[in-house]
C-alpha cells in the first residue's frame, strides 16, 4: 500500500498543478510560469516512479526547458 501511494503522489500532484492554472487564468487572467516550470523540470522523475521508461534525449530536453524556465521566471521576477 505504502508503495502505490508514494508511486502515485508526485503524478497526482502534477496534475493538479496543471488543473489549476487555468481556473487561476479564468478567475485572475494571467498563468503562473513558476508552476508550469516545476511541472516540466519533475515530469521526468514522476514517470520513473510510475516505471515508465522515457528516453534519456527526452529527459535532457524536459531539464533544458526547466532550466530556461526557470530563467525566464527569475529574469521577470526581478528585472
Not at 503562473?32 to 511541472?39: C, H, K, T
Not at 532550466?67 to 527569475?74: A, C, D, F, S, W
Request: proline share 5%.
Amino acid at each position: 500500500m505504502k508503495k502505490l501511494f508514494n508511486k502515485w503522489i508526485l503524478p497526482v500532484c502534477l496534475l493538479l498543478i496543471l488543473f489549476t492554472q487555468p481556473i487561476h487564468y479564468y478567475l485572475k487572467g494571467n498563468i503562473n510560469p513558476a508552476f508550469i516550470v516545476i511541472v516540466i523540470a519533475l515530469l521526468p522523475a514522476a514517470l520513473k516512479g510510475l516505471e515508465y521508461k522515457i528516453s534519456k534525449r527526452l529527459e535532457q530536453l524536459l531539464a533544458f526547458l526547466a532550466v530556461l524556465g526557470m530563467i525566464y521566471v527569475i529574469w521577470s521576477t526581478f528585472f
